[in-house]
């Protein structure tokens, strides 16, 4: 799996570095999602991913295979 983002539909809320600080972090100058870890590194980080696509209000993540 990979993380997909979408910065033009990142409302900037953060949820996703909450969910996942490891793989996450938010842009300093637009505060957008930066994917930090495009493919989780093992299923427990990809539990976190899957949480923050599910979190994200702007449903800016995605996973593709």
Do not use: W, Y
Not at 19 to 40: H, I, K, M, Y
Not at 41 to 48: K, Q, Y
Not at 54 to 65: E, F, T, V
Request: proline content about 6%.
């Amino acid at each position: 799996m990979r993380i997909v983002a979408d910065v033009q539909q990142c409302v900037g809320s953060g949820q996703c570095v909450l969910a996942a600080p490891e793989t996450f972090d938010q842009n300093d100058s637009d505060g957008t999602v930066d994917v930090l870890r495009p493919v989780p590194g093992s299923d427990e980080e990809l539990a976190r991913a899957k949480e923050a696509v599910g979190l994200c209000p702007g449903r800016a993540l995605s996973l593709a295979d």
